[in-house]
């Protein structure tokens, strides 16, 4: 009994030995790591209005594009950026973990759904860049959260060597001649794929769906993983595959080629945000800023994605215009497209 | 009055290990699992029972428990030869495979799956090359396909743990049973594997323990055949939107639960069959003979566990990494050095994830091994015993649950606590996390080693007069000295190649070896993340050669 006194009494005393060291060493660390400090200050509102000459951006691919931004934004305003590059649900975790101490100032997701939920929990700022205007109608919300900088679209990959020339609609899939050949990407992995799933399920129902999934089709993976099957010849074809990858792809003399049926696709703005609890939000709207600039949206373009800003020339893939669409739902297709995601995977597993 | 100071001297060491412990795991599973607790700021025990009870959450335990069951099945066939093999007769100076069957364990679990589906899938590289097994992906896109991969995964574990204490039983044991006319097999029976049972329980927890909490194969594998199991359910509700880290939490703790249990029925059987080998008798080591037939029948199983565990998933993963266009497969005039050219002159992201890789591995290796050994000295003699078991339990805890729980609880914690420790966003988190989740197995294999040790050696020592402190650095240490190499390279090895925690925690700008790969994976080139996998192997392979090799020159000297 005694023992376990003084083991007690021992144990409180470390404890506040400890707290103490702690503190000791928050302000011994104070000088190397005083760019988060800085921004830490700023965020409750104390120190300067001008930022900390940092911002926080998390972001998801394609890694290529990120890092020609992030360095051509720094060259520009001499702002330095710190990128977390992770999936969207790593990236969503994140922010759910950092709620005690916000870290993010700008989020990017792939999928415009993904970024109107945090909308609807009143996680986003207000701003209005300054090229608003000139942006492709419905890729900037009407209360300024959500900036469509950039946009993907999913359409139908087919490897060349087994299928040489397709031109099937949705409906048509379920095709005997398709039998044991198509993939899709996990829709709860691939935002793109998830909205879309959502979107055309909202418009025509879920037949066609279950006659794919009747016919032998798989869900190997998220986009790339899916990408990859059709790619090495696992399936002949990928339905509802993200198209930049595949555009690279085909550039690269892979035997693949893309096209969008006619029955329509859902093109998926993909939306940078900034944090309401931004800790550095002046420089967060300097990004934005920069993310819709004419030096940005050339990287864009040559990432193969659709440009946020009306106007800016593409060669490279087929354009917006040439793109046959389903009017999307945001709103309906944000409250069905989690459940919707799963009934794919479920149907689909043998 | 002397062994009084001795004894309160062990409880302050128990009391900082208490708080270490405290800090480092209660804290941050405590963050996590109040979210499970407190939904909307009130409390709702009811809400956290209802995820455990839905049905297809049952279906998907069931699940788990069947893939641990048959893993260590597996395994442990697999295993067992080796060990006898590498530790009874003269293959045991062959120490190069030591470090042949540590390398499906330096290959990150998704990458040997990935590699495994390449080969195997319809068209893939074995099809390609051998059309004649048309149809035989129906055959691994199965569980058995998955049991497979997983226990070639993990093999290793049970044949280093179990090699180890093959070492220390004397040879004197099995040759007086051949005095009196036992044949192989009824020694086997009758002295060596009761001997063993005890090594052996703890090694079948850990694979099934690591079984359980495994992500990269199930994800990759098992989400091909509809195989949903814990952790991929658990990484659903904490990455999936809407992300729902309660759930998570709540799933997890049936999954802690069932681990309790199984530790708990670990140590009972240890205890109970715990043999100290190890005394101050001298004991003489003579390998077995083995006949010519033997001979060629253990170089066939060697080469054949060799075959599958590493030269099948190696084939698709160098072939890969080769490939210039990954349409045209396996076809002459489309190989290419450009992915490994890529890796080190594009930029100079992947050199800086191999040192970052590299600095991690060696920092938590070293830190589990201070730690670890501390702790297992110290609780080993703590009196009453339940609060050494305590102890002991709350520190392998973080191998009880997936990752994903105890590095979100991390998160939360550290990040909570910002303004008193800035060690969030820093490398420190990183190599924090891997402490926590890799002190387990430190603790697991000192605890192996430790447990075959005679306490009469102490006794001896103390008899002569020497303090505690000698006792532990003269007789103690350079007993379990071999059990701590093996933790710390195993530490090295899994903290070189994690990929969860390291995908979630890294700070922005900082890329580690897997998350490198993974990234490379999800949006630039599979050959260059399968070049970058194959030196990352490569390089550990050789630095553990080259750390063997010290070791022995040092042994020798002394």
Request: net charge neutral; proline share 5%; glycine share 6%.
């Amino acid at each position: 009994m005694k023992k376990l006194i003084v083991l007690i009494s021992m144990v409180l005393a470390l404890c506040f030995a400890l707290a103490a060291c702690g503190n000791n060493a928050s302000s011994s660390n104070q000088a190397p790591s005083s760019d988060s400090n800085a921004a830490q200050s700023s965020s409750d509102g104390v120190a300067d209005k001008k930022g900390s000459g940092t911002v926080t951006v998390y972001m998801p691919s394609p890694a290529g594009l990120v890092d020609k931004q992030v360095a051509e934004f720094e060259k520009q305003t001499g702002i330095k950026v710190e990128v977390f590059q992770g999936t969207t649900g790593e990236i969503l975790a994140r922010l759910e973990a950092e709620k005690a101490n916000p870290v993010a100032d700008v989020v990017v997701l792939a999928s415009w759904s993904d970024g109107l939920t945090l909308k609807n929990q009143d996680k986003l700022a207000s701003y209005t860049p300054k090229r608003a205007g000139e942006m492709v109608k419905d890729w900037i919300d009407p209360e300024n959260t959500l900036f469509g900088y950039s946009a993907s679209a999913v359409g139908v990959i087919y490897n060349t060597t087994i299928f040489p020339e397709m031109n099937a609609d949705w409906s048509e899939l379920a095709d005997a001649q398709y039998k044991d050949q198509l993939a899709i990407p996990d829709p709860e992995k691939s935002g793109a794929c998830k909205d879309f799933v959502a979107n055309y399920v909202a418009a025509n129902g879920w037949d066609d769906f279950e006659a794919m999934a009747a016919n032998g089709m798989i869900v190997p993976g998220a986009n790339k993983a899916a990408l990859e099957a059709v790619t090495t010849g696992e399936v002949g074809v990928l339905v509802a595959g993200v198209d930049y990858n595949a555009f690279k792809s085909i550039d690269k003399g892979e035997p693949l080629q893309i096209y969008y049926p006619k029955g329509g696709t859902v093109v998926n703005p993909r939306p940078a945000m900034i944090m309401k609890e931004a800790p550095n939000p002046e420089n967060a709207q300097a990004f934005i800023d920069f993310l819709l600039s004419d030096e940005s949206q050339k990287m864009v373009v040559d990432a193969y994605l659709l440009p946020g800003i009306e106007g800016i020339e593409q060669t490279n893939r087929i354009p917006l215009k040439d793109i046959p669409q389903i009017e999307p739902n945001w709103e309906e297709s944000m409250k069905t497209a989690a459940e919707d995601a799963q009934k794919i995977n479920k149907m689909c597993s043998k | 009055m002397l062994s009084r100071i001795q004894d309160n001297m062990r409880y302050i060491v128990l009391a900082i290990i208490a708080v270490i412990l405290f800090v480092l795991i209660i804290c941050p599973l405590g963050a996590i699992f109040a979210t499970a607790l407190f939904q909307d700021g009130k409390l709702n025990i009811a809400g956290a029972i209802d995820v455990v009870v839905q049905s297809e959450n049952a279906q998907m335990i069931a699940n788990s428990l069947f893939l641990g069951a048959l893993v260590v099945i597996v395994s442990t066939l697999i295993a067992t030869p080796l060990a006898y093999l590498f530790s009874r007769t003269r293959f045991a100076k062959y120490k190069i495979f030591d470090i042949i069957f540590m390398i499906p364990f330096m290959t990150p679990p998704f990458i040997a799956s990935m590699g495994w589906i390449l080969f195997m899938q319809k068209r893939g590289l074995l099809q390609q090359v051998f059309p004649m097994f048309k149809g035989s992906e129906d055959f691994f896109f199965s569980i058995a396909g998955l049991v497979i991969v997983m226990s070639l995964h993990s093999f290793p574990f049970m044949f280093t743990l179990l090699k180890n204490a093959m070492l220390n039983i004397p040879s004197s044991l099995e040759e007086s049973a051949q005095v009196f006319g036992a044949g192989f097999g009824q020694r086997l029976r009758k002295i060596f594997f009761p001997l063993l049972t005890s090594n052996y329980a703890i090694g079948a927890l850990l694979i099934f323990v690591k079984t359980l909490s495994e992500y990269g194969t199930p994800a990759t594998l098992g989400v091909r055949i509809g195989f949903d199991v814990f952790t991929t359910q658990i990484h659903r509700y904490a990455t999936v939107a809407p992300v729902h880290f309660g759930n998570a939490a709540a799933l997890s703790s049936v999954l802690i639960g069932i681990c309790v249990v199984m530790w708990l029925l670990q140590n009972y059987i240890s205890n109970r069959k715990s043999y100290n080998l190890v005394s101050g008798k001298g004991s003489r080591f003579k390998f077995e003979e083995l006949s010519k037939l033997a001979l060629v029948v253990a170089w066939i199983y060697i080469i054949v566990t060799i075959f599958f565990s590493i030269i099948v998933p190696f084939f698709a993963i160098i072939s890969t990494s080769l490939i210039n266009l990954r349409g045209l497969g396996l076809a002459l005039g489309n190989f290419t050095f450009q992915h490994y050219i890529d890796l080190f002159t594009s930029n100079s992201k992947g050199i800086g994830a191999i040192i970052n890789s590299l600095i991690l591995a060696v920092a938590a290796a070293s830190i589990c091994a201070v730690l670890g050994t501390i702790i297992v000295v110290v609780i080993r003699k703590i009196r009453p015993k339940a609060l050494g078991t305590l102890t002991e339990g709350v520190s392998l805890l973080p191998s009880f649950l997936p990752s994903i729980v105890m590095v979100l609880g991390i998160m939360i914690f550290w990040n909570a606590l910002y303004d008193v420790a800035p060690l969030y966003n820093t490398l420190g988190i990183l190599v924090l996390a891997y402490v926590v989740l890799y002190l387990p197995y430190t603790i697991q294999y000192v605890t192996s080693a430790a447990g075959q040790i005679s306490d009469s050696l102490q006794d001896a020592a103390r008899v002569f007069g020497a303090k505690p402190l000698y006792i532990l650095r003269r007789v103690v240490f350079p007993l379990i000295k071999p059990g701590i190499l093996t933790a710390w390279i195993m530490t090295f090895i899994i903290s070189f190649r994690e990929l969860v925690t390291a995908s979630l925690i890294a700070p922005p700008n900082v890329l580690v070896v897997s998350t490198f790969i993974v990234r490379e994976f999800e949006q630039g080139s599979v050959s260059v993340g399968m070049a970058m996998a194959v030196i990352c192997v490569a390089f550990t392979t050789i630095s553990l050669t080259l750390l063997n090799k010290a070791v022995d020159k040092q042994k020798v000297a002394e």
